[in-house]
C-alpha cells in the first residue's frame, strides 16, 4: 500500500468514513486507518437512529426495507413529565438502524468512490515535521507503519487519541474528556412478557418515548416485542441504575424480561476551541460535536464535515499548505453558525439543576420549555423558537407559576442563570473571530463565560 496520501484519516466511525467519502468523490487521495478489523467495523454499538432527512441532506442513499440494516421509520416521539403525564408530541421523522451494518454499507459506499481502509491498525504516535504534523505511526499485526499525507483527521470518537498526542506547537487543545463531562448510558434491550398487552413503543405516537426528567427512553428494537429501554445520568452507571428504579417505581412497566444490556458513555464536553491546528482536523466525538439534547453527533458531525471540505478542498487545489492559519473559515463558519448553537445548549444543562418534578410537571402541563414544539424547534434548528411573542408568554408562564406555587422561585433564578450564561457564550461563539491574530483574545474571554457553567450533576429526586 502507498504510504502518502493527499488526506489520512484516524477512525472509521460514521464521521471518519463521511469525511472521507467526500474528498474521494472530489478526487483526492484518502486513507482512513481504523484499530478494528473490516469484519469487526461498526460493532461498538447494535443499534441506533438518525433523522430520516440526512439522508437526502447527505446524500447517503437511506437503508432499504426489509434489510439486516434496517429497523423502522417513524413519525412521531412522545415526551412524557414526571410520573408520564402531560404528553407532548414531536412530529419529526427518524430511522432507526444496525449500527454495525450501516457503517460497513458505508464503508463500501466510500470505497466505491476511491477512500483506501487500513484495518486492524491502532495510531501510535504523530510525526511531526517544522512545526506541521505529516503524518502518523500506526500498529497493524505488530508492526509498526507509516503513513503521511497533507492533513491528518482525527475522527476516532471520545478517545481522541491523536488530538491527545498532539505537540503544543499544533495548535489545539488536547484535552481529555473527563468523567465528570460524561453521560453514563445503560441500554437494556427488553422483551415484554405479554406483548399482546399495551406497553410502551407500540402506539403510532409512542413507537419512541422519552421520560425526560428521569433521562429514560423507549426506542424500537429489531427483536420481535422488545424495545431498546434506556437510561443515563452523570456521575457514573450506579446512578442511571438508580434512576432506573426511581423511574420505574414512578412509570410502572408491565412485565418484561431483560434480553441483553449494554453500558457507554456520551460526552457533554464543550468543542476545543480550534478545530484545526498545523496539518490537523478533529471531528466528530473527537471534536465534542454531539447534541446536548440527544447525545448524539452523528448529524452535527456531517454537518462540520460539509464545512471542512469546503475548505481542505479549496487549499489542496491551489495548493497551498493545509496550516492552522490557512483552514481558519473552518473555525469560523463552524463556531459562529452551528457551534455556536450546540455551546448555548450545552450551557443551558446545570440549569435543570434545582428543577423539582413539580418544577418539571408545571413546564410540562403549560407547554412551555418542555413542550413538542419546543422539542421540534431543538431537533430542527438545535434552538428553542423564542420570538418576543413566545417569550411575553413565558415570562407571563413563568410568573404565573410561582404566584400559584406551582413553579419554585429557586428553579427559575437557577435556569435563568443559564440561559443568561448560555446567551452570552452563544454571542461570543457568533463573535468568532475571522482573524486567527484575535484567538488568543477570544480564548480568554470564552475560557471565563465556560467558567461559569457548573458540571452536570445528578439530581433526581426519590
Ligand atoms: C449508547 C449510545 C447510543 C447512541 N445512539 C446514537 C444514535 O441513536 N444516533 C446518533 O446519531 N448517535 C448516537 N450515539 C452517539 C454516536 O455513537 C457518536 O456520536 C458517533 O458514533 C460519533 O462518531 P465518530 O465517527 O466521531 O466516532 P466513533 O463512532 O466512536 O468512531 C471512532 C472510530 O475510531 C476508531 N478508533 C478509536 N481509537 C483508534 C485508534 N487508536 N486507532 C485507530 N482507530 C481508532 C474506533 O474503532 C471507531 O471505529 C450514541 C452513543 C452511545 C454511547
Not at 260 to 278: D, I, K, Q, W
Amino acid at each position: 500500500m502507498n504510504n502518502q496520501h493527499d488526506i489520512i484519516i484516524v477512525g472509521a466511525g460514521p464521521v471518519g468514513i463521511y469525511f472521507g467519502m467526500l474528498l474521494a468523490k472530489k478526487n483526492h487521495s484518502v486513507l482512513i486507518v481504523e484499530r478494528e478489523s473490516k469484519k469487526n467495523l461498526g460493532s461498538k454499538m447494535d443499534q441506533f437512529h438518525l433523522e430520516s432527512m440526512v439522508f437526502d441532506k447527505y446524500r447517503i442513499p437511506p437503508p432499504v426495507e426489509g434489510t439486516d440494516e434496517f429497523i423502522t421509520n417513524f413519525e412521531w416521539t412522545s415526551y412524557y413529565g414526571p410520573y408520564g403525564k402531560h404528553q407532548q408530541l414531536m412530529n419529526y421523522p427518524v430511522t432507526a438502524m444496525r449500527f454495525q451494518f450501516f457503517i460497513q454499507r458505508l464503508a463500501k459506499l466510500a470505497e466505491a468512490e476511491g477512500v483506501e481502509f487500513q484495518f486492524s491498525s491502532s495510531f501510535s504516535e504523530v510525526i511531526i515535521k517544522d512545526s506541521m504534523l505529516t503524518g502518523v505511526r500506526v500498529q497493524n499485526n505488530g508492526e509498526i507503519k507509516e503513513f503521511y499525507g497533507k492533513l491528518i483527521v482525527d475522527s476516532t470518537g471520545t478517545s481522541a487519541i491523536v488530538r491527545h498526542s498532539l505537540p503544543d506547537e499544533i495548535g489545539v487543545e488536547k484535552f481529555k474528556i473527563e468523567d465528570d463531562e460524561k453521560m453514563y448510558v445503560i441500554q437494556r434491550v427488553i422483551q415484554w412478557n405479554n406483548p399482546e398487552e399495551p406497553h410502551p413503543g407500540t402506539d403510532k405516537y409512542e413507537e419512541s418515548i422519552s421520560w425526560l426528567y428521569y433521562k429514560t427512553w423507549v426506542a424500537p428494537h429489531f427483536a420481535p416485542n422488545a424495545n431498546i429501554f434506556g437510561g443515563g445520568q452523570p456521575g457514573g452507571y450506579e446512578n442511571a441504575e438508580k434512576a432506573v428504579e426511581i423511574f420505574l417505581k414512578d412509570v410502572p412497566f408491565p412485565p418484561y424480561t431483560i434480553l441483553e444490556e449494554h453500558r457507554a458513555t456520551t460526552a457533554y464536553r464543550r468543542s476545543p476551541f480550534s478545530l484545526v491546528g498545523n496539518g490537523f482536523l478533529c471531528i466528530g466525538d473527537s471534536a465534542c460535536m454531539s447534541k446536548s439534547f440527544s447525545g448524539e453527533a452523528i448529524e452535527s458531525s456531517w454537518s462540520a464535515s460539509l464545512i471542512a471540505v469546503d475548505v481542505i478542498q479549496r487549499l489542496l487545489k491551489e495548493n497551498l499548505p493545509i496550516t492552522m492559519k490557512n483552514m481558519w473559515d473552518v473555525n469560523v463558519i463552524y463556531f459562529r453558525d452551528q457551534g455556536a448553537k450546540l455551546a448555548a445548549l450545552l450551557a443551558q444543562i446545570p440549569g435543570a439543576a434545582n428543577t423539582t418534578k413539580k418544577d418539571v410537571t408545571y413546564l410540562f402541563k403549560k407547554n412551555f420549555i418542555f413542550s413538542g414544539r419546543d422539542f421540534t424547534s431543538m431537533w430542527q434548528n438545535l434552538e428553542m423558537d423564542m420570538s418576543f411573542g413566545r417569550m411575553i408568554k413565558i415570562v407571563g408562564l413563568f410568573l404565573w407559576g410561582i404566584i400559584s406555587r406551582q413553579f419554585s422561585r429557586k428553579a427559575l433564578s437557577t435556569m435563568l442563570k443559564y440561559m443568561k450564561i448560555s446567551g452570552a457564550i452563544r454571542k461570543h461563539y457568533e463573535n468568532f473571530p475571522e482573524n486567527i491574530d484575535e484567538f488568543n483574545e477570544w480564548v480568554i474571554k470564552a475560557e471565563e463565560l465556560w467558567n461559569h457553567v457548573e458540571k452536570m450533576k445528578y439530581t433526581l429526586e426519590k
